[in-house]
């Protein structure tokens, strides 16, 4: 009956804020994701609110409760925030839920572990009034305190994850996983975030920056977390999950460089062995070598062929913005043209059969030299290979693109 009593009071003071928010307009709402915080939720209400106070900030404190049963709704909705309980698991839904609730036109979020200094929300605050559409904090210029950073997080996995960021996606930010970062909520919404999970806050900053919005970074702190249990965040894990979210949003690094990389050393293969035996250091190399060579080029244009496929289709899905620049290449690679190449790949490959039977006939269908044969089986058995493949794969990316049309 008290816990009833309690969540029955937590509505009566929503209804009232939202009245309180018709009047008086919210600039800044303050998302924290929580789940069994009651050792640090309170002061983090508190914090945020004496900041919003201290700067004369229109503000309110939205406690984003993801099933907590240690009574963190509780102790929340005591210290004034408002409580919006978020039933499917996991930190990107609790976020994304706190920030659907939000009434300002600014959100800021933080964890509720009391790790971040909530008196840094004016700088925050202050770029996105300068036209900024996110605004992350940087940690490593801010201050990161003896024992608030795991070793392997600081020196390893914050820096790696995100260089590999910056090198995927253009992002200038070098802290892709600070947990302090303030945008707009419109902005926000135009994201479309998709991740459910710690991941969350690598998709913002891609969508940011593929969306190409103002993105800009500012010092914060990190504090050792306040809490007498174990942190949510799993390192191995959640470091995977983020690694993998990175590979799965850049189909150009994870298919079309590698696909382009395996082309050039198949066909440089191939133009040096294809002639006869080559011999480098002492060491020759020939038929044998040659078929890897082939197999290099098949296995590139099928990476490539994987990269487009991803590319349609998560334009398609809204998962990545429109490329103009893959709208000006579908504009001459049509599925007739498909057809055609393959079409003439599949002829080159039967006519290089054909040559090489007759060839045996010759020798009629007695013992062939095999340096010699195989410099034409291995060609023509390519070209049939590759034309099946540009043929069946130009009929898929038709039917990827039936629903854009």
């Given at each position: 009956?008290?816990?009833n009593?309690?969540i029955?009071?937590?509505?009566?003071?929503?209804?009232t804020?939202d009245?309180l928010a018709t009047e008086?307009p919210?600039e800044l709402s303050?998302?924290m994701p929580?789940?069994?915080e009651?050792?640090?939720?309170?002061?983090?209400v508190?914090k945020?609110m004496?900041?919003?106070?201290d700067?004369?900030?229109p503000g309110?404190?939205?406690v984003a409760?993801?099933?907590s049963?240690?009574g963190?709704?509780e102790?929340?909705l005591?210290?004034?925030?408002r409580v919006v309980n978020?039933e499917?698991?996991?930190y990107g839904?609790?976020?994304?839920?706190?920030i659907?609730?939000?009434?300002?036109?600014?959100?800021?979020?933080a964890?509720?572990?009391?790790?971040?200094?909530f008196?840094?929300?004016?700088?925050?605050?202050k770029q996105?009034?300068?036209?900024?559409?996110?605004?992350?904090?940087?940690r490593?210029?801010?201050?990161?305190?003896?024992q608030?950073?795991?070793?392997?997080h600081r020196?390893l996995?914050n820096?790696v994850?995100?260089?590999i960021?910056?090198?995927?996606?253009?992002?200038?930010?070098?802290?892709?996983?600070?947990g302090?970062?303030?945008f707009?909520?419109d902005s926000?919404?135009?994201?479309?975030?998709?991740?459910?999970?710690m991941e969350f806050?690598?998709?913002?900053?891609v969508k940011?920056?593929?969306?190409q919005?103002?993105v800009?970074?500012i010092?914060?702190t990190?504090?050792?977390?306040?809490?007498?249990?174990p942190?949510?965040?799993r390192t191995?894990r959640?470091?995977w999950r983020?690694?993998r979210?990175?590979?799965?949003y850049?189909?150009?690094w994870?298919f079309l460089y590698?696909?382009?990389?395996l082309?050039?050393?198949?066909l440089?293969?191939?133009?040096?062995?294809l002639?006869?035996?080559r011999?480098f250091?002492?060491?020759?190399?020939g038929v044998?070598t040659?078929?890897?060579?082939?197999?290099?080029?098949?296995?590139g244009?099928?990476?490539?062929?994987f990269?487009t496929?991803?590319?349609?289709?998560?334009i398609?899905?809204?998962?990545?913005?429109?490329?103009?620049?893959?709208?000006?290449?579908?504009?001459w690679?049509?599925l007739e043209?498909?057809?055609?190449v393959?079409?003439?790949?599949m002829?080159?490959g039967?006519g290089?059969s054909?040559?090489?039977?007759s060839g045996?006939?010759r020798?009629s269908?007695g013992?062939?030299?095999?340096?010699?044969t195989?410099r034409?089986v291995?060609?023509s058995?390519?070209s049939?290979?590759m034309?099946?493949?540009?043929?069946?794969?130009?009929?898929?990316?038709s039917i990827l693109?039936?629903r854009?049309?």
């Amino acid at each position: 009956m008290i816990l009833n009593h309690e969540i029955s009071a937590g509505k009566v003071l929503d209804s009232t804020l939202d009245l309180l928010a018709t009047e008086h307009p919210v600039e800044l709402s303050v998302v924290m994701p929580c789940l069994n915080e009651r050792e640090t939720v309170a002061i983090c209400v508190r914090k945020a609110m004496v900041a919003l106070r201290d700067a004369g900030i229109p503000g309110e404190v939205i406690v984003a409760d993801n099933g907590s049963t240690d009574g963190s709704v509780e102790i929340a909705l005591a210290e004034g925030a408002r409580v919006v309980n978020i039933e499917r698991k996991g930190y990107g839904n609790a976020l994304k839920g706190g920030i659907q609730a939000a009434r300002g036109e600014y959100v800021l979020m933080a964890d509720s572990d009391d790790s971040y200094d909530f008196s840094h929300s004016p700088r925050f605050l202050k770029q996105l009034r300068t036209g900024a559409d996110l605004v992350i904090g940087n940690r490593f210029q801010g201050g990161i305190s003896d024992q608030a950073m795991p070793f392997l997080h600081r020196y390893l996995g914050n820096p790696v994850l995100s260089g590999i960021g910056r090198l995927f996606f253009g992002s200038p930010c070098r802290d892709f996983h600070c947990g302090m970062r303030g945008f707009r909520r419109d902005s926000f919404l135009r994201m479309d975030i998709r991740s459910t999970g710690m991941e969350f806050a690598s998709e913002m900053v891609v969508k940011a920056t593929l969306l190409q919005m103002k993105v800009s970074e500012i010092p914060t702190t990190l504090n050792p977390d306040g809490r007498n249990r174990p942190p949510h965040l799993r390192t191995w894990r959640d470091g995977w999950r983020h690694l993998r979210f990175l590979l799965m949003y850049s189909p150009r690094w994870l298919f079309l460089y590698p696909g382009f990389l395996l082309i050039l050393m198949g066909l440089a293969g191939c133009i040096l062995l294809l002639p006869g035996i080559r011999v480098f250091h002492g060491i020759g190399f020939g038929v044998h070598t040659l078929l890897y060579a082939f197999v290099s080029v098949l296995l590139g244009f099928q990476l490539i062929a994987f990269a487009t496929f991803t590319k349609f289709f998560a334009i398609t899905e809204g998962l990545l913005p429109e490329d103009p620049r893959l709208n000006r290449i579908f504009r001459w690679v049509t599925l007739e043209t498909g057809l055609l190449v393959g079409g003439l790949l599949m002829l080159l490959g039967v006519g290089g059969s054909i040559f090489a039977v007759s060839g045996w006939a010759r020798q009629s269908f007695g013992a062939l030299d095999a340096e010699h044969t195989l410099r034409v089986v291995m060609p023509s058995v390519f070209s049939l290979t590759m034309g099946v493949q540009v043929t069946f794969s130009s009929f898929f990316l038709s039917i990827l693109g039936l629903r854009r049309r």
